[in-house]
């Protein structure tokens, strides 16, 4: 059992897809989990309420929050929407917000990806810029959706590590170009959470959390994309799937004498 892959539950959306509702997430998200993190990928449907947490939580040793087309509810953060054709997915809100709280409350790693960076930080309190190429000070992350998708997720700026953050240890470089393909981002960070890289205008591009005792990593930018062939990516998905592994032993450790505990009481 010890030797088991772990298991990574990976957030989706809801869709229509020919006429009928889907549950999904894009291929490029969950390949490097099993291809980098040496993870098995399981897919959540996005149940909002009906999503039973607890079993979830004890089946899995990871999750994963996929970016996405769809923005956060502002209701979620105490703001009204700036701009009524922004695209929503109220099923995924209902499903991820409270699940974040309670995997982050159990110490399970969590990894999130543009749109999941941004549920984390709303998960734990935090705000949004609902429209960051609108806001004095801050530069464009959008991506050009004329060009094609190697273009769009090309290059589009540096980062800049926080000096002697965790991640500048992790990527072993103080700087490093990312893709950018975010209409929103980080108004207030939660409480909690670490500032771990800025993008150039002071957007924070990545964050850790300051007490959680599993892995909590996310980032602005998209390192799935072509993930075996960035040597950035390559360390952010190899040290979430040791998170998954360490997390995945302890907890087999830890089962036996929960076992006798309870035989003990019975």
């Not at 709303?122 to 004329?146: F, I, K, N, P």
């Not at 002071?202 to 040597?231: D, F, K, R």
Request: proline share 8%; charged share 15%; aromatic share 6%.
């Amino acid at each position: 059992m010890s030797n088991a892959v772990p298991l990574v539950a990976v957030a989706t959306d809801l869709k229509q897809l020919c006429g009928q509702a889907v549950h999904a997430v894009a291929r490029k998200y969950v390949d490097p989990l099993l291809e980098i993190s040496g993870c098995l990928p399981l897919l959540l449907p996005a149940f909002g309420a009906s999503t039973p947490i607890d079993d979830l939580l004890s089946s899995v040793h990871g999750l994963l929050f996929s970016g996405s087309p769809s923005n956060i509810e502002p209701h979620h953060y105490g703001e009204s929407l700036d701009n009524p054709a922004s695209p929503a997915d109220p099923a995924r809100d209902a499903t991820t917000l409270p699940l974040i709280r309670a995997a982050i409350a159990r110490g399970i790693p969590v990894f999130g990806i543009c749109r999941g960076f941004q549920e984390i930080n709303v998960a734990l309190g935090g705000t949004l810029l609902q429209q960051v190429h609108r806001t004095e000070g801050y530069a464009d992350h959008r991506e050009d959706e004329s060009l094609p998708l190697e273009q769009q997720y090309g290059p589009a700026h540096e980062v800049r590590a926080v000096p002697a953050s965790w991640l500048e240890r992790l990527v072993g470089r103080a700087r490093w170009q990312v893709n950018s393909l975010h209409g929103q981002g980080i108004k207030r960070l939660a409480p909690g959470l670490l500032p771990q890289a800025y993008a150039p205008d002071g957007l924070v591009e990545a964050y850790t959390h300051a007490h959680s005792s599993g892995l909590l990593l996310a980032v602005q930018w998209h390192p799935e994309w072509h993930a075996s062939s960035n040597p950035v990516s390559i360390a952010l998905f190899r040290a979430f799937g040791d998170a998954c592994r360490a997390h995945a032993a302890q907890r087999n450790t830890l089962q036996p004498s929960a076992r006798r505990a309870h035989a003990q009481a019975a």
